[in-house]
């Protein structure tokens, strides 16, 4: 079974930073894209950053452009999201998630409602941003 674990969320001042990471389990990151969401209280998951199997591609929804940045180590079968300047809209849970149908080019897997297509989900990870 595929699964994958983040962490790295928690508490920050809006303008603060936090580093995301998302950790495969019993499979290798290698082949997959893999894409970061969130869902804030009572909205809908959106898609924040995804990027290709090489790192060669990325996508960025455009209220995190400039601000975040997600990259990977395949050798540690980890994909990291940097987040700068954070803001109180920033807060919600993070889930990253991977695609093993390979159906998806990153703009597309992080376009809206592709989420709910999406079959390997890790647990989430708060961040919460308040001063």
């Known amino acids: 079974q595929l699964t994958l674990a983040e962490s790295g969320g928690g508490l920050v001042q809006p303008g603060g930073s936090l580093r995301l990471s998302c950790v495969a389990t019993k499979f290798t990151l290698d082949w997959y894209s893999i894409g970061w969401f969130r869902q804030a209280p009572g909205k809908e998951r959106e898609g924040v950053s995804c990027i290709s199997s090489s790192g060669g591609s990325t996508a960025y929804a455009d209220s995190v452009k400039g601000r975040f940045t997600i990259s990977r180590d395949n050798a540690k079968n980890t994909v990291y999201l940097q987040m700068n300047n954070l803001k109180p809209e920033d807060a919600a849970v993070y889930y990253c998630?991977?695609?093993?149908?390979?159906?998806?080019?990153?703009?597309?897997?992080?376009?809206?409602?592709?989420?709910?297509?999406?079959?390997?989900w890790g647990q989430g990870t708060l961040v919460t941003v308040s001063s």
């Open positions: 998630a991977a695609d093993p149908s390979l159906s998806y080019t990153v703009q597309d897997m992080c376009a809206a409602q592709t989420y709910k297509y999406l079959e390997v």
